[in-house]
């Protein structure tokens, strides 16, 4: 069975600063391929600056790659510009749940409205009556009572809100979830309720999750894979059990490390602050300088993720 | 003796809505040398007892209740001039936004010449080496050139080192941070977070630490206040509280919190949510979310409940567990 | 609609101000609409045996050289500087944001030919503009509503340009285009709309300014022309009969153009409050 989506080569490369010969080239996302199968639900971990965001917006067809192929069910969608998907018939298979649940909120819409929406545009011929009995079905599912509906996102309160931001996301039906910290801006105790919900939804609705976090110990909970990035490029992949018990890449190491309550060395440490994503030596592992290792080759070839002997795709030429 | 007193405070703020009952019967103390955790959601009060201490209240804030000692200082009674002259010199706070924290049109090294100038710290002739010494003690490699940098140059986790540095500049014998790493990256935070504990521990210093990460808490503080809706639910030191967490809330908030080796299905939300403070409320706020509820918790005010044979672990609880 | 209702009540009460400048815009509003058959006398109808009348029981703000009423004057003449100045800015408001919100939104070319031409119109001050379109048009009130609307344009061009650009980026216009709203509708709908909360503001600002340059135009004698009656040609008919100490003549429209000028200018404030749904509960 082919994977749902197939990322290959994929790149985004921004140009700042200045015009001509002066601007330099922000390597947002850098050379990195993955894939997630059908009802697979896959974590991408990483900090600031790590490129994660580009990468939602690259896959969900946002803004448009430099270079690399988005593959979803086996089609090429890179190939319909970003600016032109929204018409597109497969815009309804991916979504996307965002974080900030304040800021993703047309203040003049009601919940009702911003529910509704996707359903009138994506799902073209469906009466008034019809779209009212599918949100409300959604409300449900979601756990969000009816007579919340009408209010618009000043009223509703954070958890509320999360909600409504997850019911807008699946009231197509996708195949394909993104969400992109669904809930860093929320309590912990209405985090566990949208944890708990989101495990549900996908257990009900079998879509797959492309679930991006900071958070490692939230990330572990809903998903079965994971990538880790690092300043534009994956230095890790494989199972959130391989991952957390046998990291082998010295930044995932000191990001699992790092972790509040871990008990762990703190010789996993980086030291100073990442270099900059803006023209980097394509020759330079990108945690050269900051990593508690650190050889001659380490700033002569830029590691390649590879499986060697079996264990889990790393990223660098020394692994743990 | 402890360094920080604060008894029976009960604040309220007026707003178009209705009076908020921000804060009701507080109560915590700290020493010198131990860092104390403030812990609660948000709404829970723990920033406004943070400024409350600091004596930044928000004008529309009233204080209907209640006592503040600070080093034989009663707070609340003394004038805003008196206030002053301690703030940065004696008593200091980190805040959470880091970057929105510093003037951004003055170079660090001018703003942490600001503050030594302002209390006229040190030599004043050897404001420059002073300015690079603090630099140093926050670990800001070469402070020499740093000194000269706006914080539009410097990124989250050096804007927070400033932030640091600054408050620490007059070595204040009383350290606030509240949510000093929310919105950092967890290396960040990590080295942040033992920055603060090292500096706290070194010159036998106290610190507050204002969170919501449980996890945070239970690494870096010697005792923990956990707090909800405007009232302390429980205080007790931070191996207590989690290996016997007595307060319903308490456990409830333990029990959503994801470790790393929590199942989803071990992972419990809590019911309800933070009660409207407008309101009139019962005398405890949690018991319309309390699965141990009985009478006494919605007609009898709150009782203060010490663990046996641990006097220091106290609970506002009826039925503590 | 009853909670606009009680949201509007909520507002007044917070700002007395706002409901006083309200109150002054009403008034106003209804000397426009209702005044040409309120006034006591008719505005054009000449007396030359009650010529240069301080005010009285009779004439409340007295007589002119022509033994004209000049309260019937003032009041006939609100409809026209209101309507010329509601004309010109409703005119300026509707084309200025549309140019903006599509040049914010789209950028590009568009927008530098758009910047391009508010660049230029910002370059002439009013009066030379409206003198220059007055000598080649011809002096008629619609070219004066012309003029003032074009030296208008760009303010609105560049409030709504600067907020799409703004918004363009927000967090729920991207939910949006998820949605499946192509780039037009997430004009339309979702950023259009939210320009207006700002814009609200300067309508009654502008309308204030625009009332008093119409005054100021035909003050020079450009637009509107005598006998007609308006508040800028009574104040430079008035003008000459000051020093003779006939002041009513002049004092008299002008203390309503002030009183105008002053209503729209707080009104704008309160206007904001009313329109923005974040301040809705």
């Known amino acids: 069975m082919s994977a749902l989506l197939e990322v290959a080569n994929l790149a985004k490369i921004y140009s700042v600063g200045g015009t001509g010969a002066s601007a330099g080239l922000l390597h947002a996302v850098d050379d990195i391929s993955f894939s997630i199968d059908r009802g697979e639900s896959l974590g991408l971990v990483g900090e600031s600056g790590c490129g994660k965001s580009t990468v939602v917006r690259l896959v969900a067809r946002l803004i448009d ?3 690399g192929v988005v593959c979803f069910s086996g089609d090429d969608i890179g190939l319909v510009p970003a600016r032109r998907f929204g018409r597109d018939p497969r815009r309804r298979s991916i979504q996307v749940v965002f974080q900030d649940p304040t800021d993703s909120f047309n203040p003049r819409f009601s919940a009702y409205d911003t529910i509704a929406e996707p ?12 779209r009212r009995r599918r949100v409300a079905e959604t409300a449900r599912l979601v756990g969000l009572p ?3 509906l009408p209010r618009l996102p000043h009223q509703l309160s954070g958890g509320q809100k999360a909600r409504v931001n997850i019911a807008r996301a699946i009231a197509v039906r996708p195949e394909l979830l993104i969400l992109d910290e669904p809930t860093s801006a929320l309590d912990v105790s209405v985090q566990a309720v949208i944890l708990h919900l989101l495990a549900d939804l996908r257990a009900e609705l079998g879509m797959s999750y492309l679930f991006v976090s900071h958070d490692l110990n939230v990330v572990r909970l809903l998903c079965q894979r ?5 300043l534009g490029k994956i230095v890790e992949t494989g199972t959130v059990e391989e991952i957390f018990t046998a990291p082998r890449h010295p930044y995932t190491r000191a990001l699992i490390e790092a972790i509040p309550g871990h008990e762990g060395d703190s010789t996993a440490m980086l030291s100073g602050e990442p270099m900059s994503p803006i023209d980097p030596d394509p020759a330079i592992c990108r945690l050269y300088g900051r990593c508690p290792l650190g050889h001659d080759r380490c700033r002569q070839e830029m590691p390649r993720l590879e499986d060697r002997g079996g264990a889990h795709p790393v990223a660098c030429h020394t692994p743990l | 003796m402890a360094l920080l007193e604060v008894e029976n405070l009960a604040i309220e703020f007026r707003t178009r809505g209705g009076t908020v009952h921000a804060l009701e019967n507080v109560g915590l103390s700290v020493d010198s ?5 403030v812990v609660g959601e948000s709404g829970s009060g723990k920033s406004v007892s943070a400024f409350a201490v600091m004596g930044i209240l928000d004008p529309a804030a009233r204080v209907t209740a209640g006592r503040i000692e600070f080093d034989g200082t009663d707070i609340l009674t003394a004038g805003e001039r008196k206030l002053r002259k301690m703030r940065g010199r004696d008593m200091a706070m980190v805040f959470q936004n880091a970057r929105g924290a510093l003037n951004p049109i003055r170079t660090i090294g001018q703003q942490i010449a600001d503050v030594l100038r302002c209390h006229k710290f040190g030599d004043r002739g050897a404001i420059g080496d002073q300015v690079v010494a603090a630099l140093k003690t926050v670990r800001i490699p070469d402070p020499e050139t740093r000194a000269g940098a706006y914080p539009y140059e410097l990124s989250g986790g050096m804007c927070q080192r400033v932030g640091i540095a600054l408050a620490m500049a007059c070595q204040p014998r009383l350290l606030i941070a509240d949510e000093p790493t929310t919105g950092l990256d967890v290396t960040t935070q990590s080295t942040i977070m033992d920055l603060i504990r090292d500096l706290v521990r070194a010159n036998r210093k106290a610190a507050i630490l204002i969170t919501h990460d449980l996890l945070l808490a239970e690494e870096y503080c010697d005792r923990i206040v956990v707090m909800h809706a405007g009232h302390v639910v429980e205080t007790a030191s931070t191996a207590a509280l989690f290996a016997a967490p007595r307060h319903p809330y308490t456990a409830a908030l333990i029990a959503s919190t994801p470790r790393q080796d929590t199942r989803l299905a071990a992972l419990r939300p809590i019911a309800g949510s933070i009660p409207d403070l407008r309101a009139d409320l019962p005398p405890c706020r949690f018991a319309a979310r309390c699965p141990r509820r009985i009478e006494r918790c919605v007609n009898e005010p709150l009782p203060r409940i010490a663990a046996d044979g641990d006097a220091g672990h106290v609970t506002a609880c009826w039925r503590p567990l | 609609m009853t909670s606009f209702g009680r949201h509007f009540r909520y507002v007044m009460s917070e700002n007395p101000v706002t409901a006083v400048a309200l109150g002054m815009v009403g008034l106003l509003t209804f000397a426009a609409v209702f005044g040409t058959v309120l006034a006591p006398y008719d505005p054009i109808a000449t007396d030359t045996a009650r010529a240069l009348q301080p005010p009285s029981g009779s004439h409340w703000f007295g007589t002119d050289n022509l ?7 003032v009041l006939a003449a609100t409809r026209l500087d209101l309507g010329i100045a509601v004309a010109a800015v409703a005119l300026s408001l509707v084309i200025g944001s549309v140019l903006g919100v599509l ?11 758009v910047g391009r031409i508010m660049d230029t119109i910002m370059a002439f001050p009013l009066f030379v503009l409206a003198m220059g379109i007055v000598a080649a048009l011809g002096n008629t009130i619609e070219n004066v509503v012309y003029a003032t609307a074009l030296i208008n344009l760009p303010f609105y061009t560049r409030v709504a340009r600067a907020e799409a650009a703004v918004r363009r980026n927000a967090g729920y216009v991207e939910a949006a285009r998820l949605a499946g709203n192509s780039e037009a509708r997430l004009v339309a709908v979702h950023i259009f709309p939210m320009i207006l909360p700002p814009l609200m503001v300067q309508i009654s600002l502008n309308l204030g300014w625009a009332i008093l340059n119409a005054a100021g135009l035909s003050f020079i004698g450009l637009g509107v022309r005598p006998p007609s009656p308006e508040w800028g040609i009574m104040v430079a008919e008035g003008a000459s009969f000051i020093i003779s100490g006939q002041w009513w003549l002049a004092l008299m429209p002008g203390a309503v153009l002030m009183f105008a000028v002053l209503a729209f200018n707080l009104l704008g404030d309160g206007m904001r409050d009313l329109v923005d749904p974040r301040q809705r509960t």
């Open chain 2, 33 to 37: 040398g131990e860092i104390v955790g």
């Open chain 1, 146 to 148: 009816e007579d919340l």
């Open chain 3, 67 to 73: 033994g004209r009423d000049v309260f019937s004057r």
């Open chain 1, 119 to 130: 359903i009138r545009l994506l799902d073209r011929g469906t009466s008034a009556e019809e």
């Open chain 1, 65 to 67: 790659p430099t270079a």
């Open chain 1, 226 to 230: 994971l990538v880790v990035m690092y």
């Open chain 3, 103 to 113: 040049s914010g939104s789209f950028g590009g070319w568009l927008d530098r030919i």
